[in-house]
């Protein structure tokens, strides 16, 4: 909303999986336009549960004049990504949004997500070229900081797997998402697991890779967190990579590896890893709505033991606690509370 009513925004870019049936994003699209900047939207028609409201909100931004692009043909338009470019003191500057959730005002409120918001010109000059890409204005397939399915995530992760595995067991892999089911991937932590790598799976949903199996996988966890939120985000750790962390729209499945438009994120500061990777840590201490997959294919709850620990409780405190200080405190005051309280969480 805000892009929309500055007059100093030019551009606004962005894709639309599932926009839902009311949506304001949308809606502040429309009044951009109208306002005379220039609007270029994605809009999925493919997306599950969602064709309907896809069709409508493609057809009412076409009519006021925004550049409205239908997916590409034979993959399915699946990354979250929003670009606004504005002038600033004579020159343009560009804002990009990466995440792993859609940008739908109900499942925004009962999914657990990560998004990632810069204005690193690296991710920028990706952010232009990808969204090129997608109007069909170039066949720029490959890109320098981010890594687009279906030609670059997967063989990104299988080096990473393959890297991290040379430390044995210093070696440390959390993978996060809602599916495992792609074999190449499964393959590679197999292996990982006999160098002694530290395997810690966090699937809510399917998961084909079977842990504890010795001599294979006795090294793999697998745990899926079950709770009030539904959890969304898709988050792959390496101990030892020199970009710990990266947040994805892509589950490990091939649908979203080889047959989707799909993006990884690096995530380049240290003090966001740091975050991710303590909100990591605190999921694989949960004992409250954590549930672990044996080797029998049977998931078992983790017992209460000690100290009560439920993740989502504790996150949700979190972010509660940051809102409420938005409201009256200074951006540095902020921010340096948000570190002190998932610290203390």
Same mark, same amino acid.
């Given at each position: 909303k805000q892009a929309?009513?500055?007059?100093e925004t030019i551009t606004i870019r962005m894709t639309l999986y599932r926009a839902g049936p009311n949506s304001p994003i949308v809606k502040?699209?429309?009044?951009?336009?109208?306002?005379?900047?220039?609007?270029?939207?994605?809009?999925?028609?493919?997306?599950?549960?969602?064709?309907?409201n896809n069709l409508r909100w493609a057809k009412l931004l076409e009519d006021v004049g925004?550049?409205?692009?239908?997916?590409?043909?034979?993959?399915?338009v699946h990354a979250k990504i929003a670009q606004v470019i504005k002038r600033q003191g004579g020159k343009l500057k560009s804002y990009v949004h990466l995440a792993t959730g859609n940008y739908n005002p109900s499942t925004s409120k009962i999914y657990t997500d990560m998004s990632y918001f810069t204005t690193k010109e690296i991710f920028s000059t990706d952010a232009t070229h990808f969204f090129h890409f997608l109007t069909g204005f170039s066949t720029h397939t490959k890109l320098d900081t981010l890594f687009m399915s279906p030609t670059q995530i997967k063989p990104k992760l299988i080096k990473l797997i393959e890297k991290e595995r040379k430390h044995g067991p210093q070696g440390h892999i959390? *993978?996060?998402? +809602? $599916? !495992?089911?792609?074999?190449?991937?499964?393959?590679?932590?197999?292996?990982?697991s006999q160098k002694g790598c530290k395997v810690d799976l966090i699937i809510r949903g399917i998961c084909c890779l079977k842990p504890g199996i010795k001599g294979i996988s006795e090294n793999i966890t697998v745990s899926s967190v079950i709770g009030k939120y539904l959890?969304?985000?898709?988050?792959?750790?390496?101990?030892?990579?020199?970009?710990?962390c990266y947040i994805s729209s892509a589950d490990l499945m091939p649908r979203n590896l080889v047959r989707r438009v799909e993006l990884m994120t690096p995530i380049l500061e240290e003090t966001l890893t740091q975050k991710i990777e303590q909100i990591l840590m605190l999921? *694989?201490?949960? +004992? $409250? !709505?954590?549930?672990?997959l044996q080797e029998d294919g049977n998931y078992?709850?983790?017992?209460?033991?000690?100290?009560?620990?439920?993740?989502?409780?504790?996150?949700?405190?979190?972010?509660?606690?940051i809102h409420d200080k938005t409201k009256k405190e200074t951006p540095d005051y902020v921010s340096r509370l948000a570190n002190r309280i998932l610290k203390e969480s």
């Open positions: 929309a009513a500055d007059p502040a699209l429309i009044d951009a336009v109208r306002d005379g900047k220039q609007v270029m939207v994605l809009v999925e028609l493919k997306a599950r549960f969602d064709e309907e925004a550049h409205v692009v239908y997916g590409i043909p034979g993959l399915k959390v *993978l996060k998402a +809602n $599916s !495992l089911v792609d074999a190449d991937i499964i393959q590679a932590l197999y292996i990982a959890e969304h985000a898709r988050v792959y750790f390496f101990k030892h990579d020199k970009v710990k999921q *694989l201490a949960d +004992n $409250s !709505l954590r549930w672990e078992t709850k983790v017992p209460s033991l000690g100290k009560k620990i439920n993740n989502q409780c504790v996150l949700e405190d979190y972010v509660n606690k």
